[in-house]
């Protein structure tokens, strides 16, 4: 690694610490502003029980105090507090409960969307204007259209309502399937075009002109040369692409009812759960500037030519 690559990486990193305080603290001050409490929905609070659980959870303090202990705890600990919804549990607890079956989810999506649209994006660039490319470019444009609680809403209706052959909850055997097709199918009809594109650019450069020249076989052209210079894109939308699918995951979760951080991110909004609130949006950020950070990295590994400022 050069000196020029290690700098960029120190200076993204320091970016990555902005940004996420940058997230903290819009957080914290945004939550805090919204009409309400976290009490009070509950039933039979009296105004004394009230403060007395205020005073407990240390929301009687000034604002600046509270936050300044927030911020000291998540710098020192990586503390993220008590939720103050599900008693007698911690925030970071809940959190990596819920990331356990999220990661595992975004994780199998992702491969899925990676290697399917990898193969569908070099079949349409080598078929090029030829119906299996146009079927392939339709599908694809409907699947990159539709919002993926939609997409969701349709599986779960055809395979688990009218057919019957797979489980609507998430949390049942098998119960993964139907949640990993509806999140893989959006990055993988976007790797597809993307590999597409970036692959006919490669096929119509002087070097692939050049190999089938000196008479190069076909195959070692599409594999050794044209297959490896078309994915630096993909490469590069991967990490990003990890992030968006375990982030986007909280309305998919919901829908079929996966126990994972997106359904424990839409209860605690519900719930006015200020703690859970702020300490699952705090982890999904470091999440997204993490797999950017790495993207970028891959970037430089897939090819070396690339200069990082």
Do not use: C
Request: aromatic share 10%; proline share 4%; hydrophobic share 55%.
């Amino acid at each position: 690694m050069n000196t020029k690559t290690l700098m960029y990486i120190v200076k993204r990193l320091i970016l990555a610490v902005v940004t996420v305080w940058v997230v903290i603290t819009v957080t914290f001050f945004v939550m805090h502003a919204v009409p309400g409490g976290p009490f009070v929905g509950e039933k039979a609070v009296t105004e004394t029980i009230r403060k007395a659980m205020e005073a407990k959870y240390g929301l009687d303090k000034p604002l600046y105090v509270q936050y300044f202990t927030y911020l000291g705890d998540i710098v020192t600990k990586f503390d993220f507090g008590p939720s103050l919804k599900s008693r007698g549990r911690m925030v970071i607890d809940i959190i990596m409960d819920g990331m356990k079956t999220s990661v595992k989810l975004g994780l199998i999506a992702a491969f899925i969307a990676l290697i399917v649209g990898i193969i569908l994006g070099s079949v349409a660039a080598l078929r090029r204007n030829h119906v299996i490319d146009r079927v392939i470019m339709v599908i694809t444009t409907a699947f990159v259209s539709m919002p993926s609680f939609i997409m969701g809403s349709l599986l779960l209706a055809l395979f688990a309502v009218k057919l019957g052959v797979l489980p609507a909850n998430g949390a049942a055997k098998g119960g993964l399937i139907l949640p990993v097709i509806t999140l893989s199918l959006y990055p993988m009809a976007y790797i597809t075009r993307l590999t597409r594109s970036s692959m006919l650019d490669v096929l119509g450069q002087d070097y692939i002109r050049t190999a089938k020249a000196k008479g190069v076989s076909k195959w070692r052209i599409i594999f050794g040369h044209a297959l490896k210079n078309s994915l630096i894109p993909v490469i590069t939308y991967f990490g990003p692409m990890l992030a968006y699918i375990v982030t986007g995951s909280l309305v998919v979760e919901q829908i079929f009812a996966v126990p994972g951080i997106g359904r424990a991110f839409v209860n605690s909004i519900t719930g006015r759960d200020y703690p859970l609130v702020m300490g699952t949006t705090i982890v999904l950020a470091i999440l997204i500037v993490v797999m950017n950070l790495v993207g970028d990295i891959l970037y430089k590994v897939a090819d070396p030519r690339i200069t990082l400022e």
